[in-house]
């Protein structure tokens, strides 16, 4: 038999895990479900018995059926991927991309560690309509960006930018970065 302190524990762990996998805030998950950020905050202490209609806004949400909340298999699970892992494609150019993640089928996200020996220059073709690109350099000198709107970016710099437009990625020193492509739903498909 499971206790209803096991199951308070199990029910405050899943919000929260579903609540920081989709990078939500206590506050912004309690405004998007109708809920007081006090009583969102003792349900994930494990302090809350929260009613059924409670736990529906919570699920709703979060985009997950109600049960979800509930089955421990159903968690959001840690996902680690160790600097020798990860599929590696490497261009004419030099680019060498690592997959660190790529999630969801209808709104896309991926991620990648990008490294761009110095010298090379790589051009890439536009993505599908609405993809976007964000791009953090983390060490050496990167020139991104679509054609005529390159920026430099040293250690640290960050752009967003359309990667639904013809772009390129170039580097005097070399450079390492994460790049994270993000592409919109389909259109006439539900998330």
Do not use: W
């Amino acid at each position: 038999m499971v206790s209803l302190h096991t199951t308070s524990n199990l029910l405050a762990q899943s919000i929260r895990a579903h609540r920081e996998s989709r990078g939500l805030s206590m506050g912004a998950l309690a405004e998007k479900a109708g809920i007081a950020k006090t009583s969102l905050s003792k349900i994930e202490a494990g302090q809350g018995n929260p009613s059924l209609e409670v736990l529906c806004r919570i699920a709703s949400a979060l985009s997950v059926p109600v049960g979800d909340l509930f089955a421990k298999e159903n968690q959001p699970q840690l996902y680690l991927v160790r600097k020798d892992e990860g599929r590696v494609a490497v261009s004419d150019s030099g680019l060498r991309i690592r997959t660190l993640l790529v999630e969801g089928r209808n709104q896309r996200t991926e991620i990648y560690e990008m490294l761009v020996p110095a010298g090379a220059t790589y051009h890439s073709l536009a993505h599908a309509p609405g993809c976007e690109e964000f791009v953090v350099c983390s060490e050496g000198d990167l020139r991104l960006g679509p054609e005529g709107q390159e920026v430099l970016l040293q250690p640290g710099d960050a752009v967003r930018f359309p990667g639904d437009l013809p772009h390129s990625y170039s580097s005097n020193t070399g450079a390492c970065s994460t790049l994270i492509m993000h592409y919109p739903p389909a259109a006439g498909i539900s998330r």
